[in-house]
C-alpha cells in the first residue's frame, strides 16, 4: 500500500522559517514534489526534485525554498526561508510510482504565515 505522509506544518510569522516532510512508502518513486493550494486557487507547483538530485522551482519561491530528498528513506523535504503571507496554503507532497508512472498525493498540512 503506497502511503504518502506528511508533516510540518504550522502557524508562522512573516519573515519566519518552516521545514516540511513527507515520509514516502509502499513502491519506489522518481519525481518527488511540493504543490499548494490557497482558498479559492488551484493547486500549483511549488517544486520538484527527480531520483538524481535535480531540483525545478516555481518562480514565486526561488531563493526562498528548498526541496531535497532522502532516497534511503524514501523522505522529501521543503525548507521554507522568508516565509510571506501569500505562501499560505495547504502543502501536499507528491510522488511518481517508477513502476506505473501513476502520480500519488498526501493528504496535505497547511501552512499560515500571519502575524
Known amino acids: 500500500q503506497v502511503q504518502l505522509v506528511e508533516s510540518g506544518g504550522g502557524l508562522v510569522q512573516p519573515g519566519g522559517s518552516l521545514r516540511l516532510s513527507c515520509a514516502a512508502s509502499?513502491?519506489?518513486?522518481?519525481?518527488m514534489a511540493w504543490y499548494r493550494q490557497a482558498p479559492g486557487k488551484q493547486r500549483e507547483l511549488v517544486a520538484s526534485?527527480?531520483?538524481?538530485?535535480?531540483?525545478n522551482y516555481a518562480d514565486f519561491v526561488k531563493d526562498r525554498f528548498t526541496i531535497s530528498r532522502d532516497n534511503a528513506k524514501g523522505t522529501v523535504y521543503l525548507q521554507m526561508n522568508s516565509l510571506k503571507p501569500e505562501d499560505t496554503a495547504v502543502y501536499y507532497c507528491?510522488?511518481?510510482?517508477?513502476?506505473?508512472?501513476?502520480?500519488?498525493w498526501g493528504q496535505g498540512t497547511q501552512v499560515t504565515v500571519s502575524s
Open positions: 509502499g513502491t519506489s518513486f522518481t519525481d
Open positions: 526534485v527527480t531520483v538524481g538530485g535535480g531540483t
Open positions: 507528491n510522488a511518481k510510482s517508477r513502476w506505473t508512472r501513476r502520480d500519488y
